[in-house]
């Protein structure tokens, strides 16, 4: 089974993902993170950074060579990753270092006295990796797929109680997530997962930056039926 082990003593498990342009903003870490590190103290708490300019390339590189395999292309941004996730824990070290599944199914246990950690995504999604992943929960390999969507992909995989997507756009807390995938907000693919698998024990969260929602504004923007 593809899910790490869990626990009936665990602590909460949220997934944060920032975006790679952060590494791009002096501070940006520090700006982004600590308050919700500070907001989530009690969870244990994976965090994945995204791709920033270095897939915004890719994109161009391919609107310039169009028969250029999508696929292809998707998983070259997956291995780019790893570019962004080595600069992100050594500009901001947290408890561990998520390299590979091993790692990811030890961190989380009851007994875990680390906190906050930094997650590769190759630890759970990769051209390797294909095979041990339940074939509706896959992403598609184009360029609806964003690390949006693996979070979620992630959150699935260590049976995350939330999911927080950090942009820095304003959000509507009204929105659902169909409509912040509409308006580009969030992938389309994390729509489509989302709908092809209601989890109502997982919510997914949009947060604008560094902003920590005033009292009583803890309210997931989807959450999933019941």
Known sequence: MHKTATSHNRRRRTIIKVGGATLFQPDGFQEVLNPLLDEFRDDHVYVMVGGGDLVEAMRTAHRIYPTLSCEEMHWNCVELLDT???????????????????DLARFGLWNDT??????????????????GIPSSWMPTSNWNTTTDA???LLGMTVSADRVVLVKQCECNDSW??????????VDSEISRLVNLHPAP??????????????????????????
């Open 84 to 102: 962004t996730w080595g600069i992100a824990k050594s500009v901001m070290p947290l408890d561990q270092s998520i390299y590979d599944s091993r």
């Open 176 to 185: 659902t997530l169909e409509q912040a995938s509409a308006l580009g907000v």
């Open 150 to 152: 693996l979070a979620w």
């Open 114 to 131: 680390a906190r906050a950690c930094w997650v590769r995504v190759q630890s759970f999604y990769s051209r390797c990796h294909c095979d």
């Open 201 to 226: 024990q997982m919510h997914i969260e949009i947060r604008t930056g560094n902003r920590k929602p005033s009292d009583g504004e803890h309210r997931p923007i989807l959450r999933q039926p019941e």
